[in-house]
């Protein structure tokens, strides 16, 4: 079996009366030729590595290679705790922001789907077991769901910023969040697909525009917004909200704005935030020395 | 179309910032590694092109790059520190930002390195995103190579029946060859051979190769 849409992955999880995640590991069972159990074991890998990124930028902060980020996810803990607020949202963009830090000083991070969009997912995913009670074993499954629907981005789209802009990379790992959170809550597989649905509407047209070509601005913040954006869409879709356009034609639609992108807003570092006065400053701060042989 | 893995997805696990910046910079000096005969070189001059040039500092490109040429894995945490490394490993090795002409892929690096026993080698590689590389120059010579399979290398005589020596004895072993290609400069003078295959080469196998007449040199390289 393979899969190009979401609307077949989803149909096939109706049928079968199961979740998507499980539809996802038998389809990756079917590709690797290796056993369930072997790929459930190498998923939980990257969740604990994860795992670790989150912990590592909030207890251990980090000046990014570039020097313009670092320690912006444990301001927003110590905020929190001085003022008792437990609010998930503001947990979750710390939790976000710290991966993205981890990432840009050179820690360990999984790229999900991108190193760049690396602070959605953990960050989701803890919000879930912290308001949900999400099991491990839980999150692990989530995790195909959100790598399936990934899958089918990357076949119908794309989730590289130099191709798509952002919207391919935070865009598409905010749907792939949405739609594992949507699952963790309780939710139908058609959930799944409305709250990635959600997701993506809202940043279709978001260019990769980072300052000086490095992975730190706006690129941390931006994992705030999906990371915000995918929380609240997979509490609507679980609601019963719906999505007007279907997932996979939001997706061909994101093809389509990708692809007619100009160049200067796809991780070239030379269109929108990058060319802003203070973006070229700290580029020529930054950038080394070159001559010619 | 590619058919991809969720690990393809969700993964690889990394040291950031950048797939192709970082990541895909280990795997390049790894494959340098590999061809340099799997040790670490005694100097390494690393000319760095488009947007390695420009902004190889702030993604660690130079120390991703000398991590590979280490031997380090994509995600270890001493790629931070490879310069210190490098230092114990008597590595010594300098960059330079050049501009290696409109042709080459935004993402070009060319090793010019010495081995331990004093012979250069010279090889031209691009970080094409996500962390996937390719080899596009050894020592003069256009090749093309992506260093996700077992690979094999033959500089030989340039004559016939070479092609089906080797590939005979991969045959004999049940190795598939998964993609091949011959390159040379000149007609009977020497050329290279790369040949992908499927099934890791051992050793054993690539000492019979080593041993047919006109083969001159081998290089095998684990995938990286």
């Known amino acids: 079996m393979n899969y190009n849409y979401f609307s077949e992955i989803v149909e096939k999880a109706n049928q079968r009366k199961c979740k998507i995640s499980s539809i996802v590991k038998e389809w990756e069972e079917e590709k690797q030729e290796k056993d369930i159990a072997e790929i459930v074991k190498l998923m939980s890998e990257q969740w604990q590595v994860m795992k670790r990124a989150v912990d590592s930028g909030l207890n251990n902060p980090q000046i990014s290679m570039g020097g313009l980020i670092g320690g912006e996810g444990k301001k927003i803990i110590s905020y929190m705790e001085k003022n008792n607020n437990n609010d998930i949202y503001l947990k979750s963009a710390a939790r976000a922001l710290a991966v993205a830090e981890v990432s840009a000083s050179m820690g360990k991070i999984v790229a999900a789907p991108t190193a760049g969009s690396a602070g959605i997912i953990p960050a989701v995913m803890l919000a879930c077991i912290e308001k949900y009670g999400s099991s491990e074993e839980e999150i692990i499954d989530a995790l195909f769901t959100a790598s399936g629907l990934g899958i089918v981005i990357a076949k119908g789209a794309s989730i590289s910023g130099a191709e798509g802009g952002c919207q391919a990379e935070c865009g598409s790992a905010g749907a792939m969040a949405a739609a594992a959170a949507a699952e963790l809550m309780g939710g139908s597989p058609q959930a799944s697909s409305n709250a990635a649905a959600m997701v993506l509407k809202n940043v279709l047209g978001l260019v990769c525009d980072p300052v000086a070509g490095l992975v730190e601005v706006p690129c941390a913040k931006r994992n705030v917004m999906g990371t915000t954006l995918a929380i609240v869409s997979a509490e609507m879709a679980v609601a019963g909200v719906t999505s007007v356009i279907p997932l996979d034609e939001v997706i061909a639609a994101m093809d389509s704005i990708g692809k007619s992108l100009p160049a200067i807003l796809r991780e070239t570092g030379k269109g929108g935030l990058a060319v802003t006065p203070t973006g070229l400053e700290i580029e020529k701060r930054v950038k080394g020395e070159k001559k010619n042989v | ?224």
């Open chain 2, 1 to 224: 179309m590619k058919d991809f893995s969720v690990f393809d997805i969700i993964g690889p696990i990394m040291v950031g910032p950048s797939s192709s910046h970082t990541a895909g910079a280990v795997r390049l000096g790894k494959i340098a590694r590999a061809i340099a005969g799997n040790q670490t070189p005694s100097s390494a001059e690393i000319y760095l092109h488009g947007s390695f040039a420009e902004t190889y500092k702030g993604h660690g490109t130079d120390l991703a790059l000398i991590s590979g040429l280490l031997g380090f894995e994509t995600d270890s945490p001493d790629i931070k520190k490879a310069f210190e490394f490098a230092e114990k490993e008597d590595l010594k090795f300098n960059f330079f930002p050049v501009d290696l002409g409109p042709a080459q892929h935004p993402n070009t690096v060319k090793f010019s390195l010495i081995k331990k026993d004093g012979t250069k080698l010279e090889i031209i590689g691009k970080s094409v995103g996500g962390g996937n590389i390719a080899i596009t120059e050894l020592d003069g010579y256009e090749i093309s190579l992506k260093g996700d399979l077992p690979t094999l290398f033959t500089k030989h005589k340039d004559i016939p029946g070479i092609i089906h020596q080797v590939s005979g004895i991969l045959c004999d072993h049940k190795i598939n060859i998964a993609f091949m290609k011959v390159f040379r400069k000149e007609k009977r003078l020497e050329a290279i051979m790369v040949l992908e295959t499927d099934d890791t080469i051992s050793k054993d196998i690539i000492k019979q190769i080593q041993n047919i007449p006109s083969i001159l040199s081998t290089h095998y390289l684990d995938p990286v």
